[in-house]
Structure formats: C-alpha cells, structure tokens
C-alpha cells in the first residue's frame, strides 16, 4: 500500500479528438460593388464547439454597371442639339448624340426707316421661331429732280428763278446737282405790279375822236376803266367816234391801234383821221366840180 502512494502517475486509455463542428457560414468584410468597381466579401465558417475558425473564403461581387437615363436637349437657331446621359444610381453623366442647329426662320420684314434721297433706310427681319432680329440696309433713293426754268414776273402774276425740285423729298435747290438747298420762298419773283398811267377823258368833237378816262399800264400793255386795275377793257372801249364822222368805230379803233404800235410808252385815244377824211373829199369834190365846169363850156364853144 505504501508503495503504490509514492508511484508517479501517468495516463492512459487515451481516445482520438473528436474533430470541429461547423457551424454555418457567415459573411464578413463585405463591400459592395459600384457601377464601375467590383465589390466582395468573405465567407468564414466558425466551429461550433470551440468557435474557432474552420474555414475563410473571399467571394468577389461583379461591378453592376451604370443604369443611365437619357434627357434630349433639342437644337435650336443657332446651337446644335445633343442627349444627356446620366446615372440614376452614381450620378456619372456625357453627352452625345449632336445634332446641327436648325438656324433662322426669318420673316418677310418690316421696314424700320424709310430710306429718303440722301440717307440710307433700315428694314428688320424677326426669326419666326426664337423672335432674333436682324438688319438691312436700304439704300438711299438719291434725288427725283425737275428744273424749272427761271420766269420773269409780270404785273399780276408772280415769277420765279432757276431751280431744281425734288419729287421725293419735296425740297428746293438752287443748282441741279442738289448741294444748295433753297426754301420755295426763295424761288419766287414777286410781281411788278401795273405801272399805271391816268387819262383824262375827253369829249369827241365833230372832226376828231374822243376818249373815255382809263388807265395805261406801260408794263402790260393793257387798259383799265379803275385806278385799281381790276376791271380791263379794250383799246377800242376807251374811244369816242367824232361826232360827224361816218366812219365805223371799228376803223378809228384799227387807226388808233397803228398809231399805238408806233409808240407803246404813250396810250393813244382819238386821232385826226376823221379831219384828213373830209379835206381829201372836199378837195376831189372841187375837183371834180372844176372838171364838170370846163366840160361844159367846151361843149358850149363848140
């Protein structure tokens, strides 16, 4: 009994390790893939006994991709259209798909000043799709000139100088190449107005032709029964036949008219023909009533 207390101990009946129990896997260090890089995450499997680690697998996840949404930019008059891609999930965005510009839908214009003989005029044209504008020159219609050749004034009407008018613009100018502008005022002459000589009336007499009063115009040539002028008459109106005369009024009228054309600065009214008529008959009377005398005592002689 002794013995045995002081004996070392020892083992025995030894039995072989029962080995892991595995659990189920669980996931670790996991990353999630993105549009353009891969994701992954590790499958580890625990032993359910002694919880240690029994196995560790890394599973790599494919990158999923953009998921795009296309926004159409449509062209316009003068920039080009294009689509717009963009990520619904990053965010990631281009563009492609370009198309040209369309350019101007111009109108038929509106003119926006009017072009006159010296200045250039403007037109406008609107876009009829974005509502741009745009101009043109209209060029200026240079003068429409008539002239107008100078015209001496006379008793009643006016007269005028040289110039040259414009049927465009309406204006005056005093030579034909347009550089001097005149107002109408200036291209009138303004009348001379009668220059009036008074007569005196006068009564006929038996021989010689009387007149009427009147006024002479020595400018015109004209007669007048009023110091005014208003009223004209004829040369023959201002005649008063001789009283014993037996020619026509429209003869001394004739006569009066002569004597008149030989001296247009003094009115001529009654004259002396009547008088000359009477001597030159009386003198072929006498004439004649000799003639008839000697006739007969010729006769008589014989």
């Not at 008793?155 to 034909?176: A, F, M, P, Q």
């Not at 009036?196 to 009387?210: F, M, R």
């Not at 005369?245 to 006569?255: G, V």
């Amino acid at each position: 009994m002794w013995w045995s207390r002081i004996c070392p101990g020892y083992t025995a009946d030894e039995t072989e390790a029962t080995g892991h129990t595995k659990g189920e896997a669980v996931i670790e260090n996991s990353v999630d893939a993105t549009c353009t890089t891969n994701g992954s995450y590790d499958e580890v499997v625990y032993c359910t006994v002694c919880n240690a680690e029994v196995s560790r697998k890394t599973v790599t996840i494919d990158a999923t991709g953009h998921s795009y949404e296309a926004v159409v930019t449509e062209p316009t008059c003068t920039e080009g259209g294009y689509t717009t891609y963009t990520c619904s999930v990053c965010g990631d965005t281009y563009t492609a798909d370009e198309t040209e510009a369309t350019g101007h839908s111009w109108d038929e214009g509106v003119v926006t000043k009017t072009a006159t003989c010296t200045e250039d005029g403007e037109k406008t044209y609107t876009c009829k799709v974005c509502g741009e504008t745009k101009t043109e020159t209209i060029a200026a219609t240079g003068h429409s000139l008539t002239h107008v050749e100078a015209e001496k004034a006379t008793c009643t009407e006016d007269g005028n100088n040289e110039y040259w008018y414009c049927s465009e613009c309406g204006k005056y100018y005093s030579d034909s190449s347009a550089t001097t502008e005149i107002s109408q005022s200036d291209t009138v002459v303004s009348t001379t107005g009668h220059s009036l000589t008074h007569v005196e009336a006068k009564a006929a007499s038996s021989t010689e032709n009387g007149n009427t009063e009147y006024w002479y115009c020595l400018e015109c040539g004209k007669y007048y029964s009023d110091s005014s002028a208003t009223t004209e008459i004829g040369q023959s109106d201002t005649v008063l036949s001789a009283t014993g005369s037996t020619e026509s009024t429209e003869n001394s009228e004739t006569m009066a008219t002569e004597n008149t054309s030989d001296n247009t600065t003094s009115p001529q009214t009654g004259d002396s023909t009547n008088l000359l008529f009477w001597i030159a008959l009386m003198i072929i009377g006498g004439i004649g009533f000799l003639g008839v005398g000697v006739y007969f005592r010729r006769r008589k002689a014989n």
